[in-house]
């Protein structure tokens, strides 16, 4: 059986390791059936992987045990819930035994956890791009009010340009006006000025 990735996992207990001594293989399941039936799902899981150490036992026993054992740590809330090991138990399962009784539950429960592990992962993606999303829309809406702000102050420069601009014209029309009559009594002087210089000195 490639059930490697099914042996107990270290630092279980002395007492729960001890249960194959104390109880003998098929009370083990026994133990882990209670504890499961009960919900007690890590002293199920912690019994169970006992059982499949033992690499002892009757065929339909370590079926039921490692079906129980894809559950367990399929079971959301759990303290041992597992999604990535719930999928390989059930896959040693259904590949090691594929006309077992409990491959069309394991079959549909593995597909599930995949489903599951793949729209997480889809979910955690575009929770990361939301994050992108709205950091980018942040520094957006800082430049759009400070070029608005740019704007404000252009608008105020602008008008007060508009406003000064009449002024101005009329300020120009009026030199152009005086420009104008000064212009005529220079060559007015200039005029009298010529017609005295040709008279001789008295």
Same mark, same amino acid.
């Given at each position: 059986?490639?059930?490697?990735?099914?042996?107990?996992?270290?630092?279980?207990?002395?007492?729960?390791?001890?249960?194959?001594?104390?109880?003998?293989?098929?009370?083990?399941?026994?133990?882990?059936?209670?504890?499961?039936?009960?919900?007690?799902?890590?002293?199920?899981?912690?019994?169970?992987?006992?059982?499949?150490?033992?690499?002892?036992?009757?065929?339909?026993?370590?079926?039921?045990?490692?079906?129980?054992?894809?559950?367990?740590?399929?079971?959301?809330?759990?303290?041992?819930?597992?999604? /990535?090991?719930?999928? @390989?138990?059930? =896959? #040693? $399962?259904?590949?090691?035994? !594929?006309?077992?009784?409990?491959?069309?539950?394991? *079959?549909?429960?593995?597909?599930?956890?995949?489903?599951?592990?793949?729209?997480g992962a889809e979910l955690t993606g575009d929770?990361?791009?939301?994050?992108?999303?709205?950091?980018?829309?942040?520094?957006?809406?800082?430049?759009?009010?400070?070029?608005?702000?740019?704007? /404000?102050?252009?608008? @105020?420069?602008? =008008? #007060? $340009?508009?406003?000064?601009? !009449?002024?101005?014209?009329?300020?120009?029309?009026? *030199?152009?006006?005086?420009?104008?009559?000064?212009?005529?009594?220079?060559?007015?002087?200039?005029?009298?000025?010529?017609?005295?210089?040709?008279?001789?000195?008295?």
């Amino acid at each position: 059986m490639a059930l490697d990735h099914c042996r107990p996992r270290r630092g279980r207990g002395l007492l729960l390791a001890g249960l194959v001594c104390w109880f003998g293989c098929q009370s083990t399941t026994r133990v882990g059936d209670r504890y499961y039936e009960a919900g007690r799902l890590p002293e199920a899981e912690a019994a169970y992987q006992v059982y499949l150490d033992s690499a002892s036992g009757d065929q339909e026993q370590t079926l039921q045990t490692l079906y129980r054992l894809g559950v367990i740590y399929a079971t959301p809330g759990s303290p041992v819930y597992d999604p /990535g090991r719930s999928v @390989e138990v059930l =896959e #040693a $399962l259904l590949a090691d035994y !594929p006309a077992n009784p409990w491959a069309p539950e394991a *079959l549909l429960l593995r597909n599930l956890q995949v489903q599951i592990g793949d729209l997480g992962a889809e979910l955690t993606g575009d929770r990361v791009r939301l994050a992108e999303l709205e950091v980018d829309l942040a520094e957006r809406e800082q430049e759009l009010a400070a070029l608005e702000a740019e704007v /404000g102050e252009r608008d @105020e420069q602008i =008008e #007060a $340009l508009q406003e000064s601009i !009449p002024p101005l014209r009329i300020e120009i029309r009026n *030199l152009i006006r005086d420009l104008a009559t000064k212009q005529e009594e220079l060559e007015q002087l200039e005029r009298l000025k010529a017609i005295d210089l040709d008279q001789p000195p008295p």
